[in-house]
């Protein structure tokens, strides 16, 4: 995390360099006619109202999903799902069934855990969303995303970096240099969640993230620590089906 930081610095130096009308190339851009490849490997579990699709798909490398859709006919809003350092796909599978079950295509990725970095972050999860929006049941101007501790992080720089999101949800987010830089830049309604006793990131690094948040973000403090609870997780799929015109 120490060389993340670092790389995080040069990158809002460089996204930092120039006038107006002389920016710095974005640092997460990629090449957006490479073919994204998705596998759907079939279906791991199917309820009353949701199937799980396992998948795979290129990004900056390889990214497993798992591919939530609704049972419900037509187009609809899509979310996207991004774990914590050291997780998985598996993490955040719940609360991506739950608002599945309200009517949005959903999808959790793993990302990797060796990154030094945070370009193959955004890079997978900027690829995610091209998954999502190129599918027919897809309202491709709808798209969510939730981020919680790096994916937090991650979601913070989508939230300046990725016009196309209409809603950002951002839980246990620390306040890095290149999250606040990109956050700054944010036009997407937020929702910024932490907890009161988060001894992992800090009261003062959540507060900087949450401090650099234009507009009239919603932001929540819970009863509890860096994972937060149950109730948190539940405001945030409320808040993604109220954002994005779920019923």
């Known amino acids: 995390m120490r060389f993340l930081c670092s790389c995080s610095a040069a990158l809002v130096l460089l996204a930092g360099c120039g006038s107006q009308t002389d920016r710095a190339p974005d640092p997460f851009a990629y090449d957006q006619s490479r073919p994204l490849a998705v596998h759907d490997a079939g279906v791991a579990l199917s309820g009353p109202k949701a199937t799980v699709h396992v998948i795979r798909f290129e990004g900056a490398r390889h990214v497993n999903a798992f591919l939530l859709v609704p049972r419900s006919a037509g187009r609809h809003p899509a979310v996207l799902f991004l774990h914590g350092s050291g997780g998985n796909r598996e993490d ?58 790096l994916g937090g992080q991650t979601a913070a720089i989508l939230a300046g970096d990725e016009p196309r999101l209409k809603a950002v949800g ?64 539940d405001d945030q799929v409320a808040w993604q089906a109220e954002q994005l015109g779920l019923r």
Request: proline share 7%; hydrophobic share 45%.
């Open 170 to 233: 951002i839980l246990s987010g620390r306040g890095g240099p290149v999250p606040v830089f990109w956050l700054r830049q944010a036009r997407a309604p937020l929702f910024l969640g932490a907890g009161r006793s988060d001894t992992q990131v800090g009261r003062a690094s959540l507060e900087r993230l949450i401090a650099a948040a234009p507009g009239h973000p919603r932001v929540r403090w819970y009863a509890a620590g860096h994972g937060l609870n149950r109730r948190a997780f």
């Open 92 to 149: 955040l599978l719940l609360p991506a069934a739950e608002l599945a079950n309200r009517g949005a295509v959903t999808m959790t990725i793993s990302q990797p855990n060796d990154a030094t970095s945070f370009r193959p972050l955004v890079v997978n999860a900027r690829r995610a969303l091209d998954v999502l929006a190129r599918r027919r049941d897809v309202d491709a101007g709808e798209l969510g995303v939730v981020g919680f501790s």
